[in-house]
């Protein structure tokens, strides 16, 4: 089956302990996926959707009870539960394993398991990373088929003598109570059993590529980060990429391809990734920043010509749609979609659509599709050195508090006001939807150790380059009195990027405010939008009051990090805290 002693020697132990009826390993050829295609079609994995309008499209409903990642039944297990740190559920490395094996043993009788050898990142790129994900879910190979590059490649890469990481991942029964999501980074392992759905069960996204990377990138010295990659071209040609982070289900896939309101005539964004990027620093000082992915996986509600016309023009052919509705005709449907609502719908668990049973999309179903086929496709995304980025973006979902835009004062203060995020829950992970939670980096899901140490190996980035990103924080999502969002959001975050992109050349203007740099209305392009003054102080404004408490909140939630929690990090709450007193008094 393979060369590779090491590989050879774990695919056998697996199928001792998984006592598979078949083992097939992946070449990721089209006669394969054909096959497989075929063979979840006839077992009712997948239904075919209508060829005419949506060509080669499939449609899975997953189990009811397994619609989201499950942050509860996620555990970083190492030998010292300070090395997972507060941030995680942990387990200690051994009882984790006897744990999940026990729901292991045996899972895999009647079925195929599958052996995907996969490669994140661009061929030929040194920042490349290979995984081997071993699952019985067919639906799994052809999502990873999209999301990652497998097959032969990616085999010979590993045969080549480079390191990989395993995946153990088996769907079990789907029986929520014997579902575990777990990593093992001292060993690059991954266990997950008892889901089949995105990041629980595609290994490579945000398992590998998150968890496991991240700590890799703490020993290694680069970023693995929950972020979308995009480059912004202004009329002379001249392309800017930055770099943003948001939790699960606010915008990235938007943001990463986004079309400029038509104002900015020349104005392009060229999207490199809308999800995960790894940042290495280059011998000229700056991050580059590669893609690890080779697919979207996002949100389809809300997503429509209107909200996102590249995503739409992708999403048509080729894909996998999980839990959306369909048409009588055949076609995939969801809230927000273009178009008045077909009066014959099939709702995402299969049945007529009846709005007591609540919207006809699950609020977290999801497309995947190449990212090849999107319009905005940057020609650089597959570059083996990556693009360097100029900015950093963090935001959150926050109704009140942040205002649109600000910009870090340093370094220091950039990795302060990323690490102090905080957003009001999604769909995107089971549990109640709406709740403000700290989510520094917009990777409190995703971060394999630490936070304090991971906030600690951010902030060292200072001394080894002077030619850092700057640091920038948005909020699209602040509402009025009347729960309002006040800024229109989707193509118009153009003129924010606009705004970052000048300060980053230093032809713009900010006001100090001891949050950070704030535009005022002037200098924003606002030109051609609907907006009055008041809304635009409004959405700039920021009330010493409220961020007192905001600061005790925050304070509040490092205070949990302890003795480790870099001395960096509390100057910045100190600083902040002082001068917004300062300001008050001088008021
Ligand atoms: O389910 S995934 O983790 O892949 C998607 C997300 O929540 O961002
Ligand atoms: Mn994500």
């Known amino acids: 089956m393979t060369n590779n002693p090491e ?31 075929e063979e979840m079609l006839a077992d009712g994995t997948l239904e075919k959707l209508n060829e005419k309008t949506h060509p080669n499209c499939f449609l899975h409903r997953s189990d009811p009870s397994d619609v989201a990642r499950v942050e509860h039944l996620t555990f970083v297990c190492t030998e010292s539960e ?15 394993h006897a744990k999940i094996d026990a729901l292991f043993a045996g899972c895999m009788t009647g079925r195929t398991m599958y052996v995907i050898p996969y490669l994140m990142g661009p061929y030929g790129s040194p920042f490349s990373r290979a995984g081997v994900e071993i699952t019985d879910s067919p639906y799994v190979v052809a999502n990873m ?43 690059l392992m991954i266990k997950s059993f008892g889901s089949g759905y995105g990041g629980n069960a595609l290994l490579g996204k945000k398992c ?74 280059g011998e000229d000082g700056r991050l580059w920043a590669i893609n690890p992915e080779a697919g979207f996986f996002g949100v389809a509600p809300g997503t429509s010509l209107t909200t996102n016309p590249n995503c739409m023009k992708t999403l048509g052919r080729n894909a996998i749609y999980t839990n959306v509705g369909v048409t009588a ?30 919207p006809a999309a699950h609020p977290n179903s999801r497309f995947t ?60 992970a089971t549990g109640q939807v709406g709740q403000v939670r700290r989510d520094p980096m917009a990777m409190k899901p995703f ?48 003129r924010v990027l606009k705004w970052i992109i000048e300060r980053c050349e230093g032809s713009s203007d900010a006001v100090k405010t001891p949050i950070g740099l704030i535009p005022q209305g002037k200098d924003l ?33 490092f205070g949990s990090f302890g003795d480790r929690l870099p001395g960096a990090i509390v100057e910045q709450i100190e600083r902040i805290k002082r001068e917004i007193i300062e300001s008050q008094k001088a008021a």
């Open 7 to 37: 590989l050879a020697a774990w695919i056998d132990a697996v199928a001792a302990a998984t006592t598979p009826d078949k083992i097939h390993l992946v070449d990721g050829s089209d006669a394969e996926h054909d096959k497989l295609i």
């Open 82 to 96: 300070e090395d997972a740190g507060p941030n995680n559920n942990w387990m200690a490395t051994d009882e984790g």
């Open 145 to 187: 088929r999209i999301m990652a590059r497998i097959g032969r490649r990616a085999l010979d890469h590993i045969e080549a003598g480079n390191s990989f990481v395993r995946g153990l991942h088996s769907v079990g029964d789907l029986d929520p109570e014997r579902r575990f999501i777990m990593h093992f980074p001292e060993e």
């Open 208 to 281: 590998h590529a998150l968890r496991i990377a991240s700590w890799q990138a703490r020993t290694e010295g680069w970023l693995a980060e929950h972020m979308l990659i995009l480059g912004i071209e202004d009329p002379s040609g001249k392309t800017t990429y930055v770099a943003a982070a948001f939790p699960s289900a606010c915008g990235k896939t938007n943001l990463a391809m986004l079309v400029p309101p038509a104002e900015f005539k020349g104005w392009k964004v060229w999207t490199v990734g809308d999800d995960i990027a790894w940042l290495h620093l």
């Open 329 to 358: 005709d055949g076609a995939p449907w969801w809230e927000g979609i273009d178009g008045p609502k077909p009066s014959e719908l099939i709702d995402w668990q299969g049945r007529p659509h009846d709005a007591a049973n609540g």
């Open 369 to 428: 599709v190449s990212a090849s086929q999107c319009p905005s496709y940057s020609d650089q995304a597959n570059v083996p050195q990556g693009v360097p980025i100029s900015a950093f973006i963090f935001g959150g979902r926050r109704s009140a508090v942040a205002p649109l835009v600000f910009e870090a004062l340093d370094w220091d203060h950039g990795v302060f006001a990323a690490a102090a995020v905080a957003s009001e829950t999604t769909a995107a």
């Open 447 to 494: 971060c394999g150790y630490n936070f304090a140490d991971y906030w600690a190996h951010w902030l060292s980035f200072k001394e080894r380059s002077d030619k850092l990103p700057k640091v920038f924080h948005v909020n699209w999502f602040r509402k009025d009195a009347d729960g309002n969002f006040m800024w229109p959001g989707f193509g118009d975050n153009m």
């Open 525 to 557: 392009d606002l030109s051609g939008l609907d907006l009055n003054e008041a809304t635009v102080a409004a959405l700039l404004a920021i009330d010493p009051k409220i961020w007192r408490t905001e600061m005790e909140a925050i304070e509040e939630y």
